[in-house]
């Protein structure tokens, strides 16, 4: 039996950092939510994936009518980000053998283009442990001193923003997320999960537009990043050549 390709979209956060009258994702983003826009992207690079949604139990606002996907599913949000992907693993093991490959992606990136989605998988295919798309640091990082000061320069060198997708077999994941729980290390990634674990992700080198809505600015950046990839996108997704991916 070949592998299956799973999307986990974690979308159960309250957008505190946001602080809008809804959670973020259900916000309007160039007149449809934010939720919409990010399964959009996800669904035109990878059409035939299973899908599972993490929501929050409470949620008033979810409408099943904004997921273009076939084979898609719901699962019961956590406290933190990571128990919420840990309660979607669960609810697609069932259905998907170890092997299946996983794409973690948050609700919050939808400017995601086809072009880098179809190039993390392909980077990640043959790779023993998985990775994610990334960005090297561009700016001159600096350690503040508890009050607002500058205490010292850091180096730079070899650091990386980690983004979205976040890709590895089920199994692989599973076990890394089931025991980073267990030992009570903090994740606030499936990388850090692996890395844990003593495992190396590949960093998958993305665009540096891929970002994370977070604070009530980012809205308005996210619209000009779509439109700017409208007038690109063509390019973009030919480039990407979306279709049955082979994982
Ligand atoms: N318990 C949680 C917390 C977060 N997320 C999801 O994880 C992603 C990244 O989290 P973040 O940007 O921190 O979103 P929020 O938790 O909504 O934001 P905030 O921390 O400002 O409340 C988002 O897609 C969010 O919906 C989730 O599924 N379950
Ligand atoms: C997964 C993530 O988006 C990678 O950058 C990030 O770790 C989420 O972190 P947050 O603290 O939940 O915003």
Redesign the pocket.
């Known amino acids: 039996m070949s592998a299956s390709l799973w999307l986990v ?10 602080g809008a009258e809804r ?3 259900y916000l309007p983003l160039a007149g449809r939510p934010v939720l919409a826009r990010t399964l959009e992207r996800l669904h035109e690079a990878f059409p035939e994936a299973r899908l599972c949604l ?1 929501l929050d139990a409470d949620d008033a606002w979810f409408d099943p009518a904004w997921v273009p996907f076939a084979d898609w599913r719901r699962s019961p ?5 990571a ?2 992907v840990v309660n979607a693993l669960d609810a697609i093991a069932a259905d998907a053998t170890d092997d299946d490959l996983v794409l973690v992606h ?3 990136r939808p400017c995601v283009t086809v072009a880098d989605l179809t190039r993390l998988l392909a980077a990640i295919v043959d790779d023993p442990v998985g990775g994610l798309l990334a960005a090297p640091v561009a700016d001159t990082m600096k350690r503040d001193d508890g009050a607002g000061r500058v205490r010292a320069t850091e180096s730079r060198e070899g650091l990386w923003h980690a983004f979205t997708p976040q890709g590895f077999r089920l199994g692989l994941l599973r076990r890394a997320l089931g025991e980073a729980q267990a030992r009570g290390v903090a994740v606030t990634d499936e990388a850090s999960a692996m890395e844990a674990a003593g495992l190396s992700p590949r960093l998958v080198s993305g665009r540096r537009d891929n970002l ?3 604070h009530p600015e980012d809205l308005a950046l996210a619209e000009r990043v779509l439109s700017a990839q409208q007038r690109t996108v063509h390019t973009d997704h030919a480039e990407a050549s979306p279709g049955a991916p082979r994982v």
């Open positions: 979209v974690p979308a159960a956060g309250q957008g505190r950092r946001v959670p973020k994702q993490c949000g956590g406290a933190e980000r128990e919420s948050d609700v919050a994370k809505i977070t």
